[in-house]
């Protein structure tokens, strides 16, 4: 499906997949078993530009399209969900919510350290009791003189534990519901910033998961004004969407690619199992499932790239390319048998890793109210209107 790349595009995906295949793939497997956030490997990334991809070059990014940094995400995906994480939260939440809403004087101070990877970010937006409903926030922030003091929980934090800078989501004025939240940045080396890591998750074992405990927190700074909180979270989710959506793109074409090896070497009834037409129809529906996905993912980037409205758009593709993953690698651990349902083929790790993307960033019931809501004009949340 290159043809409709540029040479530039296309050397950097084929760049991508060799550094995945290299760095990545070798360490996955391990990195799941001890259940390890392999930041050595976070570094390597960051060294070849991905955890600052779409950020201007101006700001220590690599200044490249969003078709691009798609591409770049579905190698990284493919490889390994656990660190394809870390570049949706650092890059996509993090860094593209500091690149729209910071000041001139907080992108310069945040995000060539974001980029680099000299500090990691997360985003405090969930909490123990809120999660679809984002905007009813039970964190709380007053202000006290020059600064705010924040005291709540949030909940599923990625990189909670390894984070230097957190976004932190919090209520100033419960009587103006979403209209008075606000997005703090967060120095998580303070006393009252309390992490701890959660155990015992289905899959992403690579991935450090936090929950928050916020107690006398200290903020100086926010994103935008206070009021804006809520607009932060939604445009940035429109962006970590994307790159959940590219990453699945990565596991669907996995699946494919490891189902017809697997098929064309595998003999039963003295033939490869490949030969036969019910794992060709396996085959037929995954690569049906990765090339849809793809599209999708690629036209949301061509609207991104083009500045125009897609949270549409990039809801469709976020829903398709999570569900297809989940199905692909469903499908591609039947093809393999036995053998899919031990660790020694990556089908056993992306099935367990590919759940949770149709529950994060916005559940597949999420994207559907909000597609359903762009073209009925309907919101059932707001009572007049249902
Ligand atoms: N970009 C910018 N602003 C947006 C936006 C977007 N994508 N989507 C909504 N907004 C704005 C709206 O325009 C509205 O602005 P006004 O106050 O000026 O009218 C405001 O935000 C409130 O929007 P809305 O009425 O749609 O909010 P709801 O409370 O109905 O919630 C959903 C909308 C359910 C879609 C939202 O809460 C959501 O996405 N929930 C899932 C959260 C999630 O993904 N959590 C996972 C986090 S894992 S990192």
């Known amino acids: 499906m290159d043809f409709a790349l540029t040479d530039e595009q296309r050397l950097v995906s084929e760049t991508a997949r060799r550094f995945a295949d290299n760095e990545i793939v070798p360490r996955a497997k391990e990195n799941a078993r001890r259940h390890h956030f392999d930041t050595d490997l976070v570094r390597s990334i960051a060294a070849q530009g991905y955890l600052g991809a779409i950020i201007p070059t101006e700001y220590g990014g690599a200044g490249l399209d969003h078709a691009t940094y798609g591409l770049i995400v579905e190698e990284i995906g493919r490889a390994d969900s656990a660190m394809r994480t870390v570049i949706s939260v650092q890059t996509s939440l993090v860094c593209s919510a500091i690149l729209r809403w910071g000041t001139e004087e907080q992108k310069r101070a945040y995000l060539p350290r974001l980029c680099s990877g000299e500090w990691l970010g997360c985003f ?9 409903d984002a905007a009813n926030q039970r964190t709380r922030a007053r202000r006290d003189g020059d600064r705010w003091i924040i005291n709540g929980a949030k909940m599923w934090i990625s990189m909670g534990n390894h984070a230097k800078v957190a976004l932190v989501f919090a209520q100033t004025d419960p009587e103006l519901k979403h209209r008075g939240l606000a997005c703090f940045l967060v120095d998580t080396d303070q006393p009252g910033f309390e992490p701890a890591a959660i155990e015992g998750k289905m899959g992403l074992h690579g991935s450090d998961t936090a929950s928050i405990g916020l107690d006398d927190v200290e903020a ?167």
């Open 220 to 386: 100086t700074e926010m994103l935008g004004e206070v009021g804006d909180g809520f607009k932060v979270a939604m445009s940035a989710l429109d962006s970590g969407r994307f790159s959940v959506a590219a990453g699945c793109v990565g596991i669907c074409q996995g699946c494919v690619d490891e189902s017809v090896a697997y098929a064309k070497e595998r003999e039963q009834f003295g033939r490869p199992i490949g030969s036969f037409q019910l794992v060709q129809a396996m085959i037929a529906d995954m690569k049906v499932k990765a090339d849809a996905s793809r599209l999708l993912v690629w036209r949301a980037a061509w609207l991104k790239d083009r500045g125009e409205p897609n949270t549409l758009e990039t809801s469709v593709a976020k829903l398709y390319a999570t569900e297809s993953a989940v199905e692909c690698a469903n499908t591609a651990i039947q093809v393999h048998g036995g053998a899919g349902y031990v660790d020694d083929h990556p089908v056993e790790r992306w099935f367990r890793d590919v759940r949770v993307t149709t529950l994060y960033e916005g559940t597949s019931q999420i994207q559907k109210l909000i597609i359903g809501r762009a073209l009925t004009g309907l919101n059932a949340l707001v009572p007049d209107a249902a």
């Open 124 to 132: 405090g937006l969930t909490e123990p009791d809120t999660g679809s």
